[in-house]
């Protein structure tokens, strides 16, 4: 108890929360309606200077504090279960979880220089450094929106990791040698902020937003007219001569695979465009999330690759995962994933199909069996679950690392968020209304 004690001191803990705050300043701005490069860049940048100083308990605080300030709307799902009262359990586990996490770098940091007799400065300012480098392939429980250079993606320095070890390089020196002279090297991490002129090759793509709650997304005698409005919106798309239509993930939040009737009324629509939708799929034996690809006289379904943790799938062991999906989710059978990326063609254009958070994920990014990366990406998303939130926020603001660090022009469709094109990490064009 005396050791738990200890780390409630009231400076460390405003400490920590000063540091979480100036790490996490990206965020809020960005879901404010402002984003300036300068300040964003001096608020990262503090934030990381902050920390390298600070003392094992700090580091602790920093991380619990962080894990709130990023992912506090995790909790908001389960008003959806109705189970408000784990909100503050599930927000508590989360920063709990990095609070740990920033304690183990630094407590290791101390402790290998302690045990190799290095009692200088430099050696745990440099494992420090490598801890926080380590930190974006640190996935708790396959949950993997952490990315601490994510801070830096609207500012004047990169995310590239050999950007970010420059900027982490020039704190070391800065701390060890006690000369901001070595604050200089991090012009060799600059990005510029402003971009040559980005047009979208396929303008006749229409981006569908639609603005259904989860409670009546799962309303089966709300069905009937929402389907009449999906079907209106595509017939907006083809009198406007689009030659295809992207609309949010599950937006049919049935067994798509199951309804002819609706099958039928899409591959009609389809005679004059492309249609991308999302909906779910089931093989007689286990649920998947599933895209739907309707092309004139060719249906196409990719099931999604990486599911969301607790939400679709369970990643506790087994004894575990039956007693959670019963206490929590009614006994429910957790989705299926499939087990490769897949990719497809529509108008001679190849795209990465993916659904909402794995579109977050590095996996979705690597190259497929033929060697290749994807150059177009379509994403389709529900984030009614955690609406009003940060969560589409700073779920944009991954899908622009990723576009910047891949050269992807993602396309998403969402439900309860905004639509949006994303190219070279620059987001283009914003739908907000249905």
């Known amino acids: 108890m005396n050791k738990i004690r200890q780390y409630f001191n009231t400076l460390e803990i405003t400490r920590g929360l000063g540091i979480a705050l100036l790490g996490s300043g990206f965020i809020y701005l960005n879901y404010w309606g402002f984003s300036f490069a300068l300040l964003n860049t001096i608020l ?5 200077f902050l920390l390298f100083q600070s003392n094992i308990k700090t580091w602790f605080w920093s991380g619990f504090f962080t894990g ?17 009262w ?21 407590w290791n940091s101390h402790k290998i220089s302690t045990v190799l007799s290095l009692p200088d400065t430099l050696t745990p300012l440099i494992l420090k450094a490598l801890g926080l480098l380590t930190l974006s392939y640190i996935h708790p429980f396959n949950f993997d929106w952490y990315k601490p250079e994510l801070a830096f993606i609207e500012s004047y320095l990169g995310i590239e990791k050999w950007q970010y070890s420059i900027i982490l390089l020039s704190l070391i020196l800065t701390l060890y040698k006690r000369n901001i002279i070595f604050l200089l090297l991090v012009i060799l991490a600059y990005q510029p902020t402003t971009q040559p002129t980005i047009t979208i090759e396929n303008k006749n793509i229409a981006l569908s937003t639609t603005h259904i709650t989860v409670k009546d997304k799962w309303d089966t005698s709300l069905h009937a007219t929402q389907y009449q409005k999906i079907f209106h919106t595509i017939d907006h798309a083809i009198a406007q001569h689009k030659s295809l239509i992207i609309l949010p ?8 695979n199951r309804s002819a009737k609706l099958i039928d009324t899409l591959q009609k629509k389809a005679q004059n465009i492309s249609i991308v939708t999302g909906g779910l799929y089931w093989d007689g034996t286990t649920p998947r999330n599933s895209t739907y690809i309707f092309e004139k006289e060719k249906i196409l ?37 499939s ?16 659904i909402c958070f794995e579109a977050t994920s590095e996996k979705l990014y690597e190259k497929n069996k033929q060697g290749n990366r994807p150059d177009n990406m379509i ?39 905004a639509s949006y094109i994303v190219k070279k990490g620059i987001t283009l064009k914003t739908i907000s209304n249905p």
């Not at 995790?74 to 008003?79: C, E, H, M, Q, T």
């Not at 939400?311 to 989705?335: C, H, M, Q, R």
Request: glycine share 4%; hydrophobic share 45%; no cysteine.
């Open 44 to 48: 990262a940048f503090s934030s990381l």
């Open 68 to 84: 709130f300030l990023w992912f506090w709307w995790i909790g908001i799902s389960f008003l959806h279960y109705e189970m408000p």
């Open 86 to 106: 784990a909100i503050p359990l599930v927000i508590l586990f989360v920063s709990i979880s990095y609070g740990t996490i920033f304690l183990f770098i630094a």
């Open 249 to 256: 993930e599950s937006i049919f939040p049935i067994y798509l």
């Open 301 to 337: 379904v990719a099931n999604k690759v990486l599911l969301v943790p607790f939400g679709e799938s369970n990643p506790l062991p087994d004894f575990l995962s039956t007693w959670v999906n019963k206490i929590f989710y009614d006994g429910a059978v957790d989705y299926k994933a």
């Open 339 to 354: 087990s490769n990326v897949i990719d497809y063609t529509i108008d001679k254009i190849s795209y990465r199909n993916a």
């Open 379 to 417: 994403v389709l998303s529900n984030n009614g679950w955690f609406t009003p939130s940060t969560e589409p926020t700073l779920q944009k603001l991954l899908l622009q690392y990723y576009s910047k660090k891949y050269g992807t022009t993602i396309y998403h469709s969402a439900n309860m968020s």
